[in-house]
């Protein structure tokens, strides 16, 4: 296993997997067209794995929110959907440069990022704070991810937005065969020719008893599956799957009630599978697991079901 750091980026690179975290520019999560499988060559579609977008909370804008900080909605972008910011920028295309640390141990790569958002609505003061570990593993063609936030405010229903697994650039179906939506089914790359909002078709939004296995995938044509899937399902709030140019695989996990100095995340499998039978596989042997870190050169896992 090797890591080189050079100004702005990480290179990771396994018996399995290469990689790139970028921590200026664009940043956040595993950088677009750098995911790549040694096994079959195939790379991520997007612009990233598991990037980061903001906080956010559901209502419609206050009327003293100014014109900067108010959130657009009842387009083919964000469809019929009333949200708010809680805090701001978007870390993914705002935030700039990041904080990080890689921490390395036998068979074992991680890598944690953070950030304190600086800008707040009204109502709000800024502070709060994300960080985001990606932990890579000798002898897996995935990678273990977990994002985190603790509150600088109180609020009702917190929600942080990713992208999970990562939107996928296409022209017409051209790069994907299909996309399997765990809570859904299998959809062909046919069905995202047109663009559609978010609330148009295959929304995700949380109510009553979650699925059994939360799974968001696509199959990179002529080869493998590139999966996310979100460990604990009852911690996503809502998940988008639909096309504006590109498709959109918008998550967002919360939906929580918290008060400042408090904290809610997610973790995540990402990576390449063969079929929808070694997904479930592998998430059963994670499944629960809420966070993952590399301390003292050891992967750490918790959670329900955290072995």
Same mark, same amino acid.
């Given at each position: 296993?090797?890591?080189?750091?050079?100004?702005?980026?990480?290179?990771?690179?396994?018996?399995?997997?290469?990689?790139?975290?970028?921590?200026?520019?664009?940043?956040?999560?595993?950088?677009?067209?750098?995911?790549?499988?040694?096994?079959?060559?195939?790379?991520?579609?997007?612009?990233?794995?598991?990037?980061?977008?903001?906080?956010?909370?559901?209502?419609?804008?206050?009327?003293?929110?100014?014109?900067?900080?108010?959130?657009?909605?009842?387009?083919?972008?964000?469809?019929?959907?009333?949200?708010?910011?809680?805090?701001? /920028?978007? $870390?993914?295309?705002? =935030?700039?440069?990041?904080?990080?640390?890689? %921490? +390395?141990?036998?068979?074992? &790569? *991680?890598?944690?990022?953070?950030?304190?958002?600086?800008?707040?609505?009204?109502?709000?003061?800024?502070?709060?704070?994300?960080?985001?570990?990606?932990?890579?593993?000798?002898?897996?063609?995935?990678?273990?991810?977990?994002?985190?936030?603790?509150?600088?405010?109180?609020?009702?229903?917190?929600?942080?937005?990713?992208?999970?697994?990562?939107?996928?650039?296409?022209?017409?179906?051209?790069?994907?065969?299909?996309?399997?939506?765990?809570?859904?089914?299998?959809?062909?790359?046919?069905?995202?020719?047109?663009?559609?909002?978010?609330?148009?078709?295959?929304?995700?939004?949380?109510?009553?008893?979650?699925?059994?296995?939360?799974?968001?995938?696509?199959?990179?044509?002529?080869?493998?599956?590139?999966?996310?899937?979100?460990?604990? /399902?009852? $911690?996503?709030?809502? =998940?988008?799957?639909?096309?504006?140019?590109? %498709? +959109?695989?918008?998550?967002? &996990? *919360?939906?929580?009630?918290?008060?400042?100095?408090?904290?809610?995340?997610?973790?995540?499998?990402?990576?390449?599978?063969?079929?929808?039978?070694?997904?479930?596989?592998?998430?059963?042997?994670?499944?629960?697991?809420?966070?993952?870190?590399?301390?003292?050169?050891?992967?750490?896992?918790?959670?329900?079901?955290?072995?």
């Amino acid at each position: 296993m090797k890591v080189e750091i050079d100004e702005g980026r990480i290179r990771i690179e396994t018996d399995k997997l290469c990689a790139e975290v970028r921590t200026e520019g664009y940043v956040s999560g595993v950088a677009g067209g750098s995911f790549t499988d040694k096994l079959t060559g195939a790379r991520d579609l997007g612009f990233g794995l598991d990037v980061v977008d903001f906080l956010l909370e559901p209502g419609e804008d206050k009327p003293e929110t100014p014109s900067e900080m108010r959130y657009r909605w009842g387009d083919k972008i964000h469809g019929n959907i009333p949200k708010r910011y809680v805090e701001l /920028p978007q $870390i993914c295309t705002k =935030a700039g440069r990041l904080d990080f640390e890689v %921490v +390395c141990g036998r068979g074992v &790569i *991680g890598v944690r990022q953070w950030f304190r958002f600086r800008e707040a609505a009204p109502g709000y003061k800024p502070g709060s704070l994300w960080q985001q570990w990606l932990v890579f593993l000798e002898g897996r063609r995935f990678i273990l991810a977990s994002d985190r936030i603790t509150s600088a405010n109180d609020v009702e229903s917190l929600i942080l937005r990713i992208d999970m697994p990562g939107h996928i650039k296409h022209s017409r179906g051209d790069t994907f065969e299909a996309i399997y939506l765990s809570y859904h089914g299998i959809i062909p790359a046919e069905e995202f020719c047109e663009d559609f909002a978010p609330d148009e078709r295959f929304l995700y939004r949380r109510s009553g008893k979650p699925p059994d296995r939360f799974i968001r995938a696509y199959k990179i044509r002529g080869g493998p599956w590139l999966a996310g899937m979100t460990l604990e /399902p009852g $911690i996503v709030y809502e =998940a988008w799957c639909h096309q504006r140019g590109y %498709v +959109c695989m918008i998550q967002e &996990i *919360g939906g929580l009630r918290v008060r400042e100095g408090e904290s809610f995340g997610a973790a995540y499998i990402i990576g390449f599978f063969d079929s929808i039978e070694e997904m479930e596989r592998v998430y059963d042997e994670f499944k629960g697991v809420s966070s993952v870190e590399v301390r003292e050169g050891k992967l750490r896992l918790a959670g329900s079901q955290a072995k």
